[in-house]
């Protein structure tokens, strides 16, 4: 069966600070590694990985995916109020419904 | 920005009802999905659906629970005879193409079986 696990569950940290997010995964016919951003509402797409040892940016946030350890990070540098939400990771699985098993999320607080 | 729709946002029914949950995903997407979160779960698959045929589900998607896209834009999830398992947030979404698994959500109905 397949599984994403990420840690940790939550964190409190202050603006400013730096965080990483971790992502562990067991994907039968793995394609890609994504990570979306979950406020009160629909999850949104920030990252999609295939490859590893290539970091994708965006801005402040940052991720990479290694495939022979199964594993990927999220980096959010200089942390805003505004990054305060759950952190879903997926792995994508490469077959006709092209389904994502995700994790059980991080969810981040950050304080000012 | 493009984004997938859905209707009710809240849908409160009684054990046994039948519900449809309505989705508009983005016009020049042609994969279609149904994911649900159950309140302090994980997002689980459902469903996907390409030309106008499921293409994948899951064990949850048992007989209970049907798609269809009567139209050319919307895509519904019909549960027949809710049972209070099924209370959960219930997530539309679409991607263009299945090469890439990125898929764009929306912003979920929430389904409450009393």
């Known amino acids: 069966e397949d599984k994403v696990v990420q840690s940790p569950l939550s964190l409190v940290v202050h603006e400013g600070d730096t965080v990483t997010l971790n992502c562990s995964y067991e994907?039968?016919?793995?394609?890609?590694l994504l990570w979306y951003k979950q406020e009160k509402k629909a999850p949104t797409f920030l990252f999609m990985l295939t490859s590893s040892g290539i970091e994708k940016k965006s801005g402040r946030l940052s991720s990479i995916l290694d495939k022979k350890e199964l594993f990927s990070i999220l980096n959010i540098t200089a942390t805003q109020t505004g990054d305060s939400a759950i952190y879903l990771c997926?792995?994508?699985?490469?077959?006709?419904?092209?389904?994502?098993?995700f994790g059980g999320g991080t969810r981040l607080m950050v304080k000012p | 920005e493009p984004e997938v729709t859905q209707t009710p946002s809240h849908q409160v029914t009684q054990m046994g009802q039948e519900v449809i949950l309505r989705c508009v995903p983005i016009s020049n997407h042609l994969y279609f999905y149904w994911y649900r979160q159950i309140l302090g779960q994980k997002v689980e698959f459902l469903v996907s659906f390409y030309n106008n045929e499921i293409s994948e589900k899951s064990e949850i998607f048992d007989d209970q629970f049907s798609v269809e896209r009567p139209d050319g834009s919307n895509f519904t999830l019909k549960i027949r005879s809710t049972k209070l398992e099924d209370s959960a947030m219930y997530f539309c979404a679409s991607s263009s193409f299945s090469g890439a698994n990125v898929l764009t959500f929306g912003a979920g109905s929430r389904l409450t079986v009393l």
């Open positions: 997926a792995g994508g699985a490469n077959n006709a419904g092209n389904m994502l098993t």
């Open positions: 994907v039968t016919n793995f394609r890609s």
